[in-house]
T-cell receptor, first 112, second 115 residues
Framework: DQQVKQNSPSLSVQEGRISILNCDYTNSMFDYFLWYKKYPAEGPTFLISISSIKDKNEDGRFTVFLNKSAKHLSLHIVPSQPGDSAVYFC???????????FGKGTLLTVNP | EPEVTQTPSHQVTQMGQEVILRCVPISNHLYFYWYRQILGQKVEFLVSFYNNEISEKSEIFDDQFSVERPDGSNFTLKIRSTKLEDSAMYFCATKGSIVGNQPQHFGDGTRLSIL
């Protein structure tokens, strides 16, 4: 099941620079997209979301962009901080129950 | 900030035994979900639950699995006869409304190890 794909298993950036995490999806029925952050031994923590009627949503240092025609979304973190180091999951939902379909995650490392 | 609480954090069980995983949802939330993550794999949807009944379940959620909310607070996942391949992290998630653009909030998970 590859409905949500995160093709980069890992990303390393310098503190203060921009982190860009990417996600692709194949199911046109998805209409709500989320990013979660996960530290070891903890559950996924909600970060930011976007509805399919929008193409951008911003919350502080975090911005999510949605390109529906390309079925692609991205998460921008600027400036990146060492505390942002974690696994980032892209998730998509739709339908009556809004179950979430997750990508495999991208391990972000922000170096001081 | 309200949070989803899961117990136990780690459960070790012999194959063939029954296990019950527990979740206390955020208090005003009405929609409940179980997901699991096998080591090295994606987080996978198991089941959603609303108004005291299952609203959707995945292929993984076979007759060995059941969910209930026995006392209006705890939300439980039972595995009747565990198999080795049931070893995984199990996450409970809850949501306040069926309206799509609300996030699900996750607990810290139960690590289930089947011997």
């Amino acid at each position: 099941d590859q409905q949500v794909k995160q093709n980069s298993p890992s990303l390393s950036v310098q503190e203060g620079r921009i982190s860009i995490l990417n996600c692709d999806y194949t199911n046109s029925m998805f209409d709500y997209f989320l990013w979660y952050k996960k530290y070891p031994a903890e559950g996924p923590t909600f970060l930011i979301s976007i509805s399919s009627i929008k193409d951008k949503n911003e919350d502080g240092r975090f911005t999510v962009f949605l390109n529906k025609s390309a079925k692609h979304l991205s998460l921008h973190i600027v400036p990146s901080q060492p505390g942002d180091s974690a696994v980032y999951f892209c998730a998509a939902g739709g339908g009556s129950n809004y179950k979430l379909t997750f990508g495999k995650g991208t391990l972000l490392t922000v170096n001081p | 900030e309200p949070e989803v609480t899961q117990t136990p954090s780690h459960q070790v069980t012999q194959m063939g035994q029954e296990v019950i995983l527990r979740c206390v949802p955020i208090s005003n939330h009405l929609y409940f979900y179980w997901y699991r993550q096998i080591l090295g794999q994606k987080v996978e949807f198991l089941v959603s639950f609303y108004n005291n009944e299952i609203s959707e379940k995945s292929e993984i959620f076979d007759d060995q699995f059941s969910v209930e909310r026995p006392d209006g607070s705890n939300f439980t996942l039972k595995i009747r006869s565990t198999k080795l391949e049931d070893s995984a992290m199990y996450f409970c998630a809850t949501k306040g409304s069926i309206v799509g653009n609300q996030p699900q909030h996750f607990g810290d998970g139960t690590r289930l190890s089947i011997l």
